[in-house]
């Protein structure tokens, strides 16, 4: 049931990359007067003047009508933040550790303990980051150690499920909201911020699920739910390293057991596999916190979501040296000679986000075998350009198919999917693709005269 009586608070959102920025649009949107904190002055200035810093449909026009109703303000003064919010959401990132596996943290505790070192009366933190399970229960005492004990600051968290590409609608009409709390003051308060969301249900005589639980439990919900559509990606692509030496269809297969609800097809579309900000880092650190909790055992199998789906980088490297005609050695094939139109670089469409893009990466594997790689994508340029600077780029789809003895698909832009094999044709050198999503109607490129391979397709 839900708490009654508690007033619109003010809210602030720490951290305003794809996450914070989002959120702090959204409630504005929704009627809450927001404050958009970050450490980074560049992407404040931008924010304040009405640029959202990154690809994320729909969110300018909520962005400038928000700055221009005066709902909406960023800062980068961390007082004014501190005095202005009744709950404050920590949203910074929490990149994987240079050592490999664990979350690093050190963005969370820088942000938590400049908040509450300025805080001057009560208020909620409430969590938002992805974090290792524990991570609350820190941050509490963190709160405690750089509060006086009589402002009775308090600790919430609420775990979030916003994909890149659908993040406006995902914030405004969430499939669930998942709250962890330790009182009824900081549930109602929670509460109180989300007001907003559960009123548009009304309206739209929709119900948005409320899981009220404990931190540890809140914190899990995230990396369990990564965890398991990471498993359900490398699930359909171990069947396609199956069906490519059985002689099988993947996409077929897929259809086929999705038509059961209890598998259901959505996150079962073979290809080049999961990247991006999260699901890669987020099974990595999950695996880590579990063997530090002595349940790593429970989690092995997340080593080997991850290596099927690092498998599948490889994959098309064998299959360009196979159209291409080039031996495959033990340290992989030699394509010096050759030039590779590679379509897509972010880690999938209608974003321009390129951590840990299969799409890149399979790029610099490819160029690292020696072929002359030129990369194009409708939206991820600039972030390509700056996290690959060595590789080549082409501001056309056109031009960087023009001269390319193999063209490879590897993000499913809508762009891509509707090309025209015919008119591609005419600008190749030679007629090969590689579909790495699956995601191009083979019939008509083969009709066009190229040689096509899908990934886990005969
Ligand atoms: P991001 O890198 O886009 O943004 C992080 C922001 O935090 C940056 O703008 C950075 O300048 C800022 N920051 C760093 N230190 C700070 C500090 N001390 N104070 C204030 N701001 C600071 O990352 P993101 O994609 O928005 O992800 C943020 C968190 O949300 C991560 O934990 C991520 O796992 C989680 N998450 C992300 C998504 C998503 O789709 N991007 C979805 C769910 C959860």
Request: charged share 25%; aromatic share 8%; hydrophobic share 45%.
């Amino acid at each position: 049931t839900p708490p009654s009586g508690a007033a619109r608070p003010r809210l602030t959102f720490l951290g305003t990359g794809y996450l914070g920025a989002t959120y702090a649009i959204c409630f504005a949107e929704l009627g809450y007067e927001v404050i958009g904190f970050d450490v980074d002055a560049d992407k404040i200035a931008k924010l304040a003047d009405g640029q959202v810093p990154f690809h994320e449909p729909g969110l300018d026009e909520l962005l400038k009508r928000n700055l221009a109703a005066g709902r909406l303000r960023f800062s980068t003064d961390m007082a004014e933040t501190a005095a202005f919010g009744d709950v404050h959401f920590i949203c910074v990132g929490t990149p994987q550790r240079a050592d490999g596996m664990g979350a690093d943290l050190s963005y969370v505790e820088a942000a938590v303990t400049g908040l509450a070192q300025n805080l001057t009366r009560k208020a909620l933190i409430v969590g938002k980051s992805t974090v290792p399970v524990g991570t609350a229960e820190w941050i509490e005492q963190l709160v405690g150690k750089h509060t006086p004990a009589d402002l009775g600051v308090e600790v919430a968290w609420s775990p979030e499920f916003l994909q890149e590409g659908f993040a406006v609608e995902d914030v405004l009409r969430p499939n669930r909201i998942v709250v962890g709390v330790k009182t009824e003051w900081a549930n109602g308060m929670l509460y109180a911020a989300h007001k907003g969301v559960f009123d548009l249900a009304a309206t739209e005589d929709r119900e948005v699920p409320l899981v009220v639980t404990d931190f540890a439990t809140a914190e899990l919900v995230k990396v369990a739910a990564n965890a398991f559509l990471a498993t359900k990606i490398s699930f359909i692509n171990a069947m396609a390293e199956v069906c490519e030496v059985a002689g099988g269809d993947v996409t077929q297969l897929a259809r086929a057991i999705g038509y059961d609800p209890r598998i259901g097809n959505r996150f079962l579309q073979a290809g080049v596999g999961f990247g991006g900000g999260c699901l890669p880092k987020d099974i990595r650190a999950f695996q880590a916190r579990a063997q530090e909790l002595g349940a790593g055992e429970a989690l092995r199998f997340l080593h080997e979501v991850d290596l099927i789906n690092l498998r599948r980088r490889t994959r098309v490297l064998q299959l360009a040296a196979d159209l291409l005609g080039r031996r495959y050695g033990p340290a992989g094939p030699d394509l010096s000679g050759t030039r590779i139109a590679v379509l897509g670089a972010t880690f999938k469409p209608n974003s321009d986000d390129v951590r840990d893009a299969p799409s890149l990466a399979v790029a610099a594997l490819l160029a690292k075998a020696g072929a002359d790689v030129r990369i194009y994508d409708p939206e991820g340029m600039e972030n390509a350009r700056r996290a690959q600077p060595d590789l080549a780029y082409e501001s056309t789809m056109h031009d960087a198919v023009r001269g390319a003895d193999l063209v490879c698909v590897l993000t499913e832009w809508a762009d891509f999917r509707n090309a025209d094999p015919v008119a591609l044709g005419e600008l190749a050198a030679g007629r090969r693709v590689i579909d790495g999503r699956n995601c191009l109607d083979s019939a008509l490129w083969t009709q066009a005269g190229w040689e096509y391979r899908g990934m886990g397709r005969p």
